[in-house]
């Protein structure tokens, strides 16, 4: 079965430091997608980068980059320069492979991160 | 562009009411899905949508109902609400099942 997991349930990062956000997954798939999502206070989920199973590079977003690990099946959120609105929590998320015609998404259990100023 | 919108966005029910919630797409996206957010468990799906008039069962389907008779539009109905189903939920759509998903703001449910 498919699985998502996000083993820090909170983290704080000093302001204008990089903090790291784990995430690793299970899948048997050899074509999947791997997606971050922010989640701020007010509610919305907001979709921030995505990797490709096949992808050689790693994905950069901005600020955002995704440090993308096949053989250890993780995908860990790098955000750079960490800024006070980055406040909030973070989802990551694998849809299904290309035998799924569905496009489904699989979440974590989410990470809350706080900025200290 | 309002892109994904949900109706209503707090309710309040007492146990064994019915409602529906709604979810409007105007970026004529083919998929379509409902999620439900609890605390320390992410997002898990309820039912979803490939297509106009098309739907099927995600994770947790077990005491709701859906809807798609148009393609801008899917529908979400309990039928006998539970306290079970307090719950925050998510509307999503999709261009294709490659892309990334665009969220509703969510709509907050009480069942008391």
């Known amino acids: 079965a498919q699985k998502i997991t996000q083993t820090q349930p909170g983290m704080f990062v000093q302001e204008k430091e990089a903090v790291t956000l784990d995430c690793t997954y299970d899948?048997?798939?050899?074509?999947?997608?791997l997606f971050w999502y922010k989640q701020p206070s007010s509610g919305e989920m907001i979709f921030l980068i995505y990797?490709?199973?096949?992808?050689?590079q790693n994905a950069t977003e901005g600020r955002y980059s995704l440090n993308f690990q096949k053989a250890r099946k993780s995908a860990n959120l790098v955000i750079s320069a960490s800024q006070l609105g980055d406040s909030a929590m973070y989802f990551c998320?694998?849809?299904?492979?290309?035998?799924?015609?569905?496009?489904?998404?699989?979440f974590g259990q989410g990470t809350t991160l706080q900025v200290k100023p | 562009n309002a892109g994904v919108t949900q109706t209503p966005k707090f309710r309040v029910l007492k146990t064994g009411q019915s409602m529906t919630l709604l979810c409007a797409q105007d970026?004529?996206?083919?998929?379509m899905y409902w999620y439900r957010q609890d605390p320390g468990m992410g997002l898990r799906l309820i039912h979803y949508?490939?297509?106009?008039?098309?739907?099927a069962k995600g994770e947790v389907p077990d005491g709701y109902n859906v809807s798609r008779l148009k393609k801008q539009n899917f529908l979400l109905g309990l039928e006998s609400a539970a306290p079970s189903q307090t719950s925050v939920y998510f509307c999503?759509?999709?261009?294709?099942?490659?892309?990334?998903?665009?969220f509703g703001p969510g709509t907050r449910l009480t069942v008391l």
């Open positions: 999503a759509s999709t261009e294709g099942r490659y892309n990334e998903q665009f």
């Open positions: 899948t048997s798939d050899q074509s999947y997608g």
């Open positions: 990797q490709g199973s096949y992808d050689e």
């Open positions: 998320a694998m849809r299904e492979g290309r035998s799924s015609n569905t496009g489904k998404l699989i």
């Open positions: 970026m004529n996206h083919e998929y």
């Open positions: 949508s490939v297509g106009e008039g098309t739907t």
